[in-house]
């Protein structure tokens, strides 16, 4: 059962570039999310979504769209990278929003140049 | 704006000591979760509660839930290298989730 899987685990862009960032789960899960953990800051929400066809603004949406493709996928997209984006990106699911633990992928490392 | 405070940040013990970190918040959650993240991977899950003066047990960790529902506890028993790992709460409000910045615990042989 792999859970909560993230691609890429690693990138490195050049400001002003653009890249989606990947996350599938097997778990049959409603909500979906999408976080920034940067030092001193701990998890910041971006986006999630609640259920399928469904998404909402976290606490730092500025510059990132999602996408819920369907139940199992929910994407990530940076248009234009900007130093400030570098961080470690979680994806994360839950059965139901807010009521249940939240299952984490083992997250992708960004770093904008 | 960080609404849940973690205390200490930064956290370096000898194994066999005991150790508490500390979660605080001036808003009132439904309910407030406890977990542990390793270097390179995500956040697991330690414990959710959900009743004001709670207190749960999970071997050597004993986590309380204050009785306003606003700050909560997590003590370590005997700590054990296993136990090194960045601690985070979580409140859960509204259907969402609210993360705390983070103890980093340290447990050297």
């Known amino acids: 059962n792999a859970g909560v899987t993230q691609t890429p685990k690693f990138q490195v862009l050049k400001t002003g570039q653009s890249m989606t960032l990947q996350c599938a789960q097997d778990?049959?899960?409603?909500?979906m999310y999408w976080y920034r953990q940067d030092p001193g800051m701990g998890l910041r929400l971006i986006y999630y979504s609640a259920s399928e066809g469904t998404t909402d603004k976290g606490e730092v949406p500025n510059g990132y769209n999602v996408s819920r493709l369907n139940k199992r996928e929910f994407s990530l997209r940076l248009e234009s990278a900007a130093p400030s984006q570098t961080s470690v990106y979680f994806c994360?699911?839950?059965?139901?929003?807010?009521?249940?633990?939240?299952?984490f992928g083992a997250g992708t490392r960004l770093s904008v140049l | 704006t960080q609404l849940l405070e973690q205390s200490p940040q930064f956290l370096s013990i000898q194994e066999g000591e005991n150790l508490t970190v500390y979660c605080n918040s001036s808003?009132?959650?439904?309910?407030l979760q406890w977990y542990r993240q390793e270097p390179g991977e995500g956040p697991v899950l330690l414990v959710t509660v959900v009743t004001g003066g709670e207190v749960k047990k999970l071997k050597r960790l004993t986590f309380q839930f204050g009785d306003a529902r606003k700050d909560s506890s997590l003590h370590i028993t005997a700590a054990q290298p296993g136990d090194t790992g960045l601690y985070l709460c979580a409140g859960v409000s509204w259907g969402k989730f609210q993360f705390g910045a983070g103890t980093q615990v340290v447990v050297t042989p």
């Open positions: 778990m049959n899960h409603n909500s």
């Open positions: 808003s009132v959650f439904s309910s």
């Open positions: 994360a699911s839950s059965p139901t929003s807010g009521k249940n633990i939240q299952y």
